[in-house]
């Protein structure tokens, strides 16, 4: 700092200020600045400039997969508004794993973020660890969240009653009744999509029924489990012409890929027996497969939105309170599957 300030000709404690926030210096003085800053050897670091502030001015954010297509959306979403919020973001992996779950988030302990967003793992996984964690800094869940109570912790993600119902109540009034293809217990959405399957189905005077699934395959790889479920069942006559409403739509497509290879589907989309698939999400390629999924889509942009919203909140005005929770509902999209 030394160094730098009798190069660009202004005192330490006028740059020190310049780089804590460059409006406490005179606009003059700023521009001059930045105008010799251009001129020298000089290259910022930004997490030196953050090490003596009461605010790293970092949000943390974990994800259970970069390369699933709406965890990318939703990243893009939370990047975009931490911005606008004068946040820079960090972003981890916990690759499906629990452990690397805690890892992530304690790496983000160790980097002082002010706060952090999370998709967590399972629906109790690392309980204590959240709470443990919780008691540094805010913790905001985002389209999942553990199923037990962890106070002062908001969370922004879909109304699964809402949206899932809005589907059942669909496939009801325009054919038979659906039955429900779950997803691998991984998160929570596994757990309330289905209970919300089974209320609706009662509001609609039908009999819920989940189509049987080997235990052993709690997996991410949705596509495949939705495939090999279903190839199982449609090599044996079964569920090809029902109709199935998938727990999300990486299941759905897996399923739709085993009722082509059965040729239960025909070249305009429709099922030989009338079978019907349908999902929940909307992910981006399931308005491109054949045929093209009937689903309901989430406020992918507003849950990220939200996210950054609760948890901004939580750091300029307090951590008192009991948590906050920002559901969307869903909307249809009516395609060929259903």
Known sequence: MKELSQAISVSRPTLARFFEDENSVLPS???????????????????????NRKSTGMIGVVIPHFEDLFFASL?????????????????????????????????LRSMNVDGAIVSPLGTDGNFEVFKEIGSDFPIVFADSRPIGHLPKA???????????????????????????????????????????????????????????TPTHMESWEFERFGFDVMNDHFSRGRYADATILCANDRVAIGAIRAATTHGLFTRTGEGLGRLRIAGHDDHPLSRYIFPALTTVAQEVEGIGRDAVSLLVNRLRNGRDGDGVKKLRGGSLKIRESA
């Open 29 to 51: 003085t700023a521009e001059k600045i930045r105008k010799r800053l251009a001129e020298v050897d000089y290259v910022y670091n930004f997490l030196a400039t953050r090490q």
């Open 75 to 107: 990243l893009d979403s939370i990047d975009v508004a931490a911005r606008e919020a004068g946040f820079t973001m960090i972003t981890q992996s916990s690759h499906g794993d629990l452990t690397s779950e805690m890892k992530a988030l304690r790496k």
């Open 154 to 212: 908001d969370f922004a993600g879909t109304d699964n009653m809402d949206s899932i119902g809005v589907m059942v109540e669909y496939l009801c009034r325009t054919g038979a009744p659906p039955v429900f293809l779950a997803m691998p217990k991984l998160n929570s959405n596994a757990v309330e999509r289905q209970d919300a399957y089974f209320r609706k189905m009662q509001e609609c005077g039908a009999e819920g029924r989940v189509i049987e």
